[in-house]
């Protein structure tokens, strides 16, 4: 594997009960670039990335990592019950051991600090997202794998997320993996792009991917308008970078 | 206190130690019972233990043995049975425990050896704990809090998301043990105090009675420890005043405080 690559992954299948998932999936990750995986329903999104952060058996294939990498996962899911009492802070500690300094330093990153003292289930699903993203976050990851972190979010939710994200990108060159059914978002904020349909459709260059046929087979004419919304969304990106490019 | 004052007769102090260390081991094990919603997995493990107590009787082995045997068993399938085949979670349990209690009625009238006094068995005995009783029960509940304490972290983070936990290095099968086994064993010893019926309302009404006061996981565990033990007391106070059941009793002490806890609350909004 060449030092600039952060992941390389080959032939990867996973199989349960009969069942397969994922089936001969290769691609790599190369340093401090943004990858997203999109794909229909039940295509193996969510398969792939808890199989990259061992939540999944693989059943064969290889995951090869850079040595001392540190990967943030934020889960699709999480449980907040209103019957477990537990606060943001809280929950950032229960990460492992890291100051109080460190978790405030984390949750100012992705500006939940304000809701530092609140319940874990008081939270919008935004917020839950963002405190995800602080915990992720904590241990100085070089690759993030994020899980559908925008799903439940309305549309100015979405690109905020996706705004913090490229600033936390260009501040730390943090590499990200994630999922995301959001075409246009995709389009506009990826470096790279994996259609994946139980195996890899198609890879690449947003530009490339929406305009290959098994893309287009799968996403049908919303997928040329979210090519038009590409160059739309690039005019106006800037939104408050400079203040938080040191955060 | 009061019992301590005015009666001193060895078997209600006896019963009394043997309730506070179930209050003690039922207060962590039940908040994850209420956290993760496992009461029908506790109720499952419950029913399970009177095959534990027939097979015990008709091999001769000591009554908690047989139980905690017959309890890890079934638990640990259930746990580890899964629902990759079509059938929900509760089915599975369902069809386990139910086979389990089934065949606990059934040994238990036609195996000779293993008649059990099947009231005794639903409805728990405290006032009939012996001295060794006492220690094994004070030595499995301080296990149950050592195991928990153990892996608390662990624990709380796989309730919020089994698959965050495991990305930060946990495993998913030391969680399925750590929490299947200490509720067998807590089946085990809390069977003769409490009854099969009410094990697994030991488990949730001192946690659901905690919630209300609480400002962290640590605290509603805490709480729930502190309501359980004022409820064994109360629940043998009336048991001797008024000569009502033990397990019972306690269950609605647990209960009145529940509802004063959660007024108090609703009041305060």
Sequence with gaps: ?247 | MIILTTVMDDFIIRALLAGLAIALAAAPLGCFVVWRKMAYFGDATAHSSLLGIALGLALALPLMLGVAIVAALVAGIVALAGTRDGFAADTILGVFSHTALALGLVLATIVPDARVDLLDTLLGDILAVTESDVIVIWCGALAIVAVLSWRWRSLLNATFSPELMIAEGGSQTADKLVLTLSLALFVALSMQLVGVLLITAMLILPAAAARPLARSPESMATIAALIGGVSVAIGLQSSWTWDSPAGPSIILATSIIFMLTNLVQFFRR
């Design chain 1, 1 to 247: 594997m060449q030092p600039s690559q952060l992941l390389e992954v080959v032939g990867l299948t996973v199989k349960i009960g009969g069942r397969t998932l994922i089936d001969n999936v290769s691609f790599s990750l190369q340093r401090g670039e943004i990858v997203t995986v999109i794909g229909p329903n039940g295509g193996g999104k969510t398969t792939l990335l808890r199989a990259l952060v061992g939540a999944m058996p693989i059943s064969s294939g290889t995951i090869t990592k850079a040595a001392d990498l540190k990967i943030g996962y934020t889960p699709q899911r999480l449980t907040t019950e209103r019957s477990m009492p537990v606060t943001v802070d809280r929950f950032l500690a229960l990460a492992g051991r890291f100051s109080a300094a460190l978790r405030l330093e984390a949750m100012q990153k992705t500006e939940i600090a304000v809701r530092k003292d609140a319940m874990m289930s008081d939270l919008s699903g935004g917020e839950i997202q963002r405190v995800l993203l602080s915990r992720a976050l904590l241990r100085k990851p070089d690759l993030l794998v994020l899980d559908e972190p925008t799903q439940g979010l309305d549309q100015p939710g979405e690109e905020h997320f996706y705004n913090l994200l490229s600033q936390i990108r260009s501040a730390s060159g943090v590499a990200v993996l994630m999922v995301s059914h959001d075409l246009h978002v995709v389009m506009a904020g990826s470096d790279r792009v994996i259609c994946l349909n139980g195996h890899v459709c198609c890879s690449g260059a947003p530009e490339a991917v929406s305009v290959d046929p098994t893309y287009l087979e799968l996403f049908g004419r919303r997928a040329s308008l979210a090519l038009y919304q590409h160059h739309h969304d690039h005019s106006h990106d800037g939104h408050d970078h400079s203040d938080h490019s040191h955060g």
